[in-house]
């Protein structure tokens, strides 16, 4: 295992990556609360790679701040040459290079990336060890508990992966044909945790400080990964941190500071990306951070259909007026 894991690895917490979602902006905010988690970039393309390296664009996909470390960038793919490139190129950035093994959405899975891996064992290690070649960082793997309830192979996979060199593992609790219905099985995580010697991760369904700890007892897993739950709420990770280290329970963002972090989301956004995409990139946010809120549909409906900022705004001031917690 790699000496450096365990000084990257501070915290029990994570934030997972999420395609489309877990870009700098939403780094940014969940690091403003939380010193010590690892982040995780969006998954990034071992082929669109290739191409940017070629003279094709640059992205603002690599872009991070000196405070984002411990930062772990993750790749796809299933060509080991690409894969070795892409680590290459990407450890000037990350702290830690990261292997998607778990994406299961249908043209991922058809291009033979993400989840599609899991049926590949042996490609699967080839990328571990090509990654490992092209790297001096520790490398990770992102999978899930099988393909279909039929081929649940995650604990020899898991193995696998780490004699190929993989120094830690996030594991989702779902099979890939489960996608993200059904309920995480947090139990079967700690069959994974009894058979290889890497640190592993639990994610999927942790929404809570009290189900991050009901998944940290099932699972036995050193930590767990928060995907969606940051999307509307940002300060979670610190919060289940805190929780870990002293045994106390902050409480959730009020209205009004929801109001004030979406805010501070959009004018970051925009800063990114310029008002006009800045503000349509929001709109998949809106759900989360408005999740429980009474006439939370009503107040959707307006934020995700409307384009200007200063009626945007307007809504936001308006939010705690009209939408109490339930």
């Known amino acids: 295992m790699h000496n450096n894991v365990k000084q990257l690895i501070q915290s029990r917490v994570s934030l997972a990556p999420m395609a489309g979602i877990t870009d700098y902006v939403l780094r940014s905010l969940v690091r403003k609360y939380s010193q010590n988690c690892l982040l995780t970039t969006e998954m990034i393309s071992s082929e669109f790679l290739a191409q940017t390296l070629n003279g094709r664009s640059g992205t603002e996909i690599f872009k991070r701040a000196e405070n984002h470390s411990p930062i772990s960038y993750q790749i796809s793919g299933h060509k080991p040459e690409l894969m070795n490139k892409s680590a290459k190129f990407l450890s000037s950035y990350a702290d830690m ?165 979406i805010k501070t989301h959009i004018n970051e956004e925009i800063a990114l990306r310029g008002e006009n995409v800045g503000i349509k990139f929001v709109r998949k946010f809106y759900p989360y951070y408005i999740a429980g809120l009474k006439n939370a549909a009503k107040v959707r409906s307006l934020l995700v259909t409307e384009d200007s900022y200063e009626k945007i705004m307007a809504i936001l001031n308006e939010l705690p007026s009209v939408c109490y917690s339930l």
């Open 97 to 261: 290079i990261d292997i998607n093994m778990g994406c299961p959405v249908n043209k991922v899975v058809k291009g033979q990336d993400g989840a599609a891996l899991m049926r590949n064992p042996s490609l699967a290690k080839d990328l571990v060890k090509a990654v490992k070649e092209g790297t001096d960082k520790p490398v990770s793997v992102k999978f899930r508990l099988g393909y279909t309830v039929d081929e649940m192979n995650y604990v020899e996979f898991g193995q696998q992966m780490q004699e190929a060199g993989a120094d830690f593992i996030t594991i989702h609790g779902r099979t890939r044909s489960q996608m993200y219905s059904g309920k995480a099985d947090w139990k079967k995580i700690k069959e994974l945790k009894n058979n290889v010697d890497v640190p592993v991760f639990a994610n999927g369904d942790i929404t809570s400080i009290e189900q991050a700890e009901q998944c940290l007892t099932e699972s036995q897993a050193d930590g767990v990964a928060i995907g969606r739950a940051a999307m509307g709420d940002p300060t979670l990770i610190y919060r289940i941190e805190h929780y870990l280290h002293t045994g106390e329970k902050l409480p959730a963002p009020t209205i009004e500071e929801k109001v004030e972090i």
